[in-house]
């Protein structure tokens, strides 16, 4: 699951290279690994998110002390939103994570990522205007999908549907951070918002995960250097470096390897397999992902 929003930067003109573009599918690639690797943890699901944040944290701090002293400087209430929304990731966190171990890889990619339509729903909103073509045609595509996928579900167990709703929940804060951070994101740093919001995140996290009375510490430490390696440094650093290149457009296509990396994943692993009802759910849910982020440049 992605984890940072697009700057404004992000929305320029395109000046990508070859480069770039390896940068955005590998990124996403190691992203989509991320479901596959909480599985394979020996934690609780929702203590492997909280591994993936802490031992993630430290390399996320130097990397924002090496950004310039304008980007790191924050007021007393840029600090309180940018937290705030570092508690808001850590539910999506907490509620994806629990999301993975009930539903099928592929469905847990789709609905966790499933915020990039509601900030774009927010958007119109907020405009308080009529959705446009695009953006209409992203809400209706996102629905039917969503209905095919948790039928598909339904059959297959009732655990299966409860994991799916938790990954769309996990979809729900993961727009309330997106939001609480556009404005930040303007003046600061990339890194430096991303240390000071996981910093706010792993406690939470950690919180949740005491609470659920879930194992916390380890005897296999591999997956969860690996997940803090994959989604939180190569992952968002990737990202990163790749963002201010596209359009949304690209950047939304670009997130459409994730879900499908997911479901082949979850097929080559764990023998989850499709009806062709599924393979239209996620076909018309992830079109619905990229018409979203189309739709963003308004």
């Known amino acids: 699951m992605s984890t940072i929003p697009a700057s404004p930067a992000s929305r320029a003109e ?15 690639v190691a992203l989509a690994l991320g479901a596959w690797l909480v599985r394979l943890s020996d934690t609780g699901p929702v203590a492997a998110g909280f591994w993936r944040l802490g031992l993630a944290l430290p390399v996320l701090v130097a990397l924002a002390s090496r ?6 400087r924050m007021g007393r209430g840029t600090v309180a939103l940018v937290a705030g929304a570092g508690v808001f ?19 847990a990619s789709l609905f966790g990522n499933s915020g990039s339509i509601l900030v774009m729903a927010w958007g119109v909103i907020s405009a308080r205007r009529a959705p446009r073509g695009l953006e209409l045609a992203a809400i209706c595509a996102s629905l039917a999908g969503a209905g095919l996928l948790m039928g598909g579900s339904l059959e297959i167990s009732h655990a299966n549907l409860v994991g799916d709703l938790f990954c769309v929940l996990a979809g729900v804060f993961y727009a309330f951070y997106i939001i609480m951070l556009n404005a930040a994101r303007e003046r600061l740093g990339q890194f430096s918002v991303l240390a000071v ?17 879930e194992t916390i510490m380890p005897t296999n430490w591999t997956p969860l250097v690996a997940l803090a390696v994959s989604s ?3 992952g968002q650093g990737f990202l990163i470096y790749s963002l201010r290149h596209f359009t949304p457009l690209v950047i939304g296509l670009a997130l459409l390897t994730q879900p499908a990396l997911s479901a082949t994943v979850g097929w080559l692993a764990f023998g989850e397999t499709l009806s062709g009802l599924d393979v239209l759910g996620m076909v018309l849910l992830a079109a619905a992902l990229a018409l979203a982020k189309a739709g963003g440049r308004a």
């Open 67 to 72: 950004e310039p002293a304008e980007q790191r």
């Open 14 to 28: 395109p000046d990508w290279t070859p480069r770039h573009l390896l940068a955005l599918l590998a990124a996403n």
């Open 232 to 234: 939180q440094l190569v």
């Open 197 to 213: 919001s996981t910093l706010a995140s792993a406690p939470v996290m950690l919180a949740i995960a005491v609470g659920l009375g």
């Open 89 to 107: 990731f850590a539910l999506d966190l907490a509620a994806w994570h629990v999301g993975i171990v009930q539903t099928r890889l592929g469905n």
